[in-house]
């Protein structure tokens, strides 16, 4: 099983790489990636040093190219596939199906893998992926209970699946981000960033700390509480006369208990979210992922989740609270 880490910096492929990722999902400085935020991604020098440090560590390369094409700017997404295979990436994460078909058209050696953002959730979807575009590897939804991946895997057992073990969790539209376009007019498909943060404001005020995004309140915070980022789907709202996580609780996936039954299912590879995270989060993540991967492959029969590794992702989450997310939801 693959560890695929993140990374928006070069401190953050060596950070992965140095704790035990097998593979570097990283993207472009531009907005053919789902995570374009300022000061993050890769490109010239960067760029050349991520990938020599990356073949150096004989670690495999992927590029997410896992936005949609703008009608009036698509060269910009084609050239990016170009520029994915002069450096030799190992993979391209792909959703839009005109990137699909370029890419198996200009480049049919190269190694696509079907991003989460094209949604397959059902084995025909994904059939029609691998047939008509040679997708090797299709990245699940995080809206699929455990069994029905299991499910999918008996189902689909001529292409790899991919799920994400750790990190943040997003509403069922995973990554488009409706919501961050209603309230700012951007979105990670149009600017490559989910609640841009020239429109992010804090306020002290009377009533505790205050966070904004395009001028709407967002949450408000007591004196003990950790602020999180402001976005919507995250944020309290009064709904009959209730202030609560009206949408989406600020809580991160973790799927360390559930490692025996990704492998049971034959899942090629676990990915840990968060390209946008500092090479801190990205060190430990990684390294208690690698542990626990290798605690299971020495004795799977005697593995559990180790409290000393939950108890350090919990310090890395949201609200520092994890969940199973929609594997362990009863719903079919």
């Not at 209603?182 to 700390?209: D, H, I, K, M």
């Not at 205050?210 to 995250?234: F, M, Q, V, W």
């Not at 390294?287 to 605690?295: F, N």
Request: net charge negative.
């Amino acid at each position: 099983m693959e560890l695929l880490c993140p990374a928006g910096s070069l401190p953050a492929v060596k950070a992965a790489v140095d704790h035990g990722a097998d593979a570097i999902y990283i993207g472009f400085k531009d907005a053919t990636n789902a995570r374009h935020f300022a000061g993050l991604n890769f490109d010239g020098k960067k760029l050349d040093k991520a990938v020599d440090y990356l073949k150096q560590h004989q670690r495999q390369l992927h590029i997410a190219i896992n936005t949609f094409a703008h009608p009036e700017q698509h060269q910009l997404w084609y050239q990016a596939i170009d520029r994915a295979v002069d450096i030799g990436a190992d993979v391209v994460i792909l959703a839009d199906i005109a990137l699909l078909e370029y890419a198996k058209q200009h480049h049919p050696q190269l190694t696509v893998h079907l991003s989460v953002q094209a949604s397959a959730t059902n084995a025909s979807a994904i059939a029609f992926y691998q047939r008509n575009f040679n997708v090797k590897r299709v990245v699940l939804p995080r809206v699929l209970s455990m069994h029905q991946v299991k499910q999918l895997a008996r189902s689909c057992p001529d292409i790899e699946l991919e799920v994400f073990a750790f990190g943040s969790l997003c509403v069922m539209a995973e990554g488009r981000c409706y919501l961050s376009s209603y309230l700012t007019g951007e979105s990670p498909n149009t600017v490559g960033a989910c609640s841009p943060a020239s429109f992010v404001r804090w306020q002290e005020t009377e009533q505790g700390l205050e966070s904004r995004l395009n001028d709407i309140l967002i949450d408000r915070y007591g004196p003990a509480e950790t602020a999180g980022y402001p976005t919507l789907c995250k944020g309290r709202f009064e709904v009959d006369q209730r202030v609560y996580h009206a949408l989406e609780e600020p809580t991160s996936l973790n799927t360390l208990e559930l490692l025996p039954e990704l492998f049971a299912a034959n899942i090629a590879a676990v990915k840990i979210e968060g390209r946008q995270r500092s090479p801190a989060y990205v060190a430990q993540v990684t390294q208690v992922w690698r542990e626990a991967i290798d605690s299971y492959q020495r004795d799977p029969s005697h593995y559990a989740a180790k409290s000393e590794w939950m108890s350090r992702l919990a310090k890395l989450s949201e609200g520092s609270q994890t969940t199973l997310g929609a594997y362990h939801k009863a719903w079919q």
